[in-house]
């Protein structure tokens, strides 16, 4: 499993997009990418050693479960010819662009019309998801800017938790997709484009060519990919950026 690597490319992902969707304040990008970082690791939930799957015990158990298997009897209509002989549970369904549209759409309109408590259950999840995947340093950073950003707008916070909404259903569609580009640079690739019909294939697995391709938990991921994204996940972070700048800027001219 990725899970590391696909929670540090979803925190990535956060940032470098956060800007895009409207998000201006410190706090609210690092909200926004440690939201994305945690759902860059639902896609894996159709396997029953996943960290989501195993996140919450029995209730995240019981939604593995439930999707391995909607997983598997949609395969099991939908395959084409030349689709390989699988059950379709892990990396199907959950591992494809429709998926993560679905989610995110899902998720903006439970979002906007359930309320402030709902945006706080959705943000809650996905932090709980990315602090078992990065450890427990990303827990009270990821607090201390939601703090942060209560403050900012009080006392108008609960009207800022509905708007909100919006940018919530990205993060959970943004943390899918990273996750599902992560798993198609495998061996195994990823059947990114379902249903889509390519080569006599339903549930065609994207994947690069042979040479550019990594296996899981080898030294391409835990000595190139996770140190490189380790860095990133620092420089996008705003403000970093140009104060490191600066930084060199003045020791150069010193």
Request: aromatic share 10%.
């Amino acid at each position: 499993m990725m899970g590391r690597t696909h929670a540090l490319t979803g925190w990535c992902a956060g940032l470098a997009v956060a800007p895009a969707v409207g998000i201006t304040t410190l706090s609210q990008a690092l909200v926004f990418a440690a939201t994305t970082a945690g759902y860059a690791l639902l896609p894996d939930l159709d396997h029953p050693g996943a960290r989501a799957s195993k996140l919450l015990g029995p209730v995240t158990g019981g939604l593995s479960w439930l999707l391995r298997n909607a997983s598997a009897a949609l395969y099991s209509v939908t395959k084409g010819p030349r689709d390989e002989r699988k059950k379709g549970g892990h990396r199907h369904l959950s591992h494809t662009l429709l998926f993560a549209l679905l989610l995110g759409g899902a998720t903006a309109a439970g979002t906007a019309f359930g309320g402030p408590w709902v945006v706080v259950g959705v943000v809650v999840f996905g932090l709980l998801l990315a602090e078992d995947a990065l450890g427990d340093w990303l827990l009270p950073v990821a607090c201390g800017a939601v703090v942060w950003w209560v403050v900012e707008n009080s006392p108008d916070v609960l009207a800022q938790l509905d708007s909100v909404s919006g940018w919530l259903g990205i993060a959970v569609a943004l943390g899918c997709f990273t996750h599902c580009l992560g798993d198609a640079l495998t061996e195994s690739g990823c059947p990114f484009l379902f249903p889509i019909p390519i080569a006599g294939e339903t549930w065609y697995e994207l994947r690069p060519p042979k040479r550019l391709r990594f296996r899981t938990g080898d030294k391409v991921e835990t000595g190139v990919l996770f140190p490189v994204f380790s860095v990133l996940a620092v420089l996008l972070i705003p403000g970093v950026w140009p104060a490191l700048l600066g930084f060199f800027d003045d020791v150069l001219n010193q």
